[in-house]
Every structure is written in C-alpha cells, then in structure tokens.
C-alpha cells in the first residue's frame, strides 16, 4: 500500500528553523519526482521545493529561495525539507506529494504537517 507521511511540523517562532520529513513506502520512491506543497488558510496551494528522483536537480518556490533546502535520501526512501529563517507568512500545512518520471495522471498526497510561524 503507497504511503507518504509527513513529520517534523510545530510551532516556531520568527527567525527560526524547522526540519521537515516524509517518509515513502509502496512504490519505487527514486522512480518519483518528489514535491513540498504548503497551503495556508484562504490561500492557494503553493508549491514550495521539488528535487528529481537521483536528487541531482532542485527547484524552489520564489517565496523560499535561499531558506529553504530540500533533499533525498533514497537509500531510506525518504525526502525532507529544511527550513531556516521562518517567517510568519511561512505558516501553512505541508504536504508532500510524489509523481512518477513517467507521469499517468496520479499523484501520491501525504496528510500533511502544520507549521507554524509566530512569536
């Protein structure tokens, strides 16, 4: 059964730093482009950092470039997110999300994780 849970939300305040996990099983996770989506409350979802299935390519949403890093570790089929310098405007639930190389129209959705920026 495909499964991607997300971990590593909570509270944080302005400035700070949080580490994001998703945990994959159920499929073969270096076959997958992996994706960190957040949506925050009235918002749009937003796509925030993506890294392609060897790791060797990254993108990042204009919003987080230069805070933000993603990564892969496919040896323990799992993608993170670090997020330094926090800012309010970063609160939001995270999700991660996972679409094939060869894309047949569905994508795998985690549950998501909350983070939240505020003193």
């Known amino acids: 059964q495909v499964q991607l849970v997300e971990s590593g939300g909570g509270l944080v305040q302005p400035g700070g730093s949080l580490r994001l996990s998703c945990a994959a099983s159920?499929?073969?996770?270096?076959?997958?482009?992996m994706t960190w989506y957040r949506q925050a409350p009235g918002k749009e979802r937003e796509l925030v950092a993506a890294v392609s299935g060897n790791g060797g390519s990254r993108n990042y949403g204009d919003s987080v470039k230069g805070r933000f890093t993603i990564s892969r570790d496919n040896a323990k089929n799992t993608v993170s997110l670090q997020m330094n310098s926090l800012k309010p405007e970063d609160t939001a639930v995270y999700y991660c999300?996972?679409?094939?190389?060869?894309?047949?129209?569905?994508?795998?959705w985690g549950q998501g994780t909350q983070v939240t920026v505020s003193s």
């Open positions: 159920g499929f073969t996770f270096s076959a997958y482009v």
């Open positions: 999300k996972a679409r094939p190389l060869y894309y047949l129209g569905s994508d795998y």
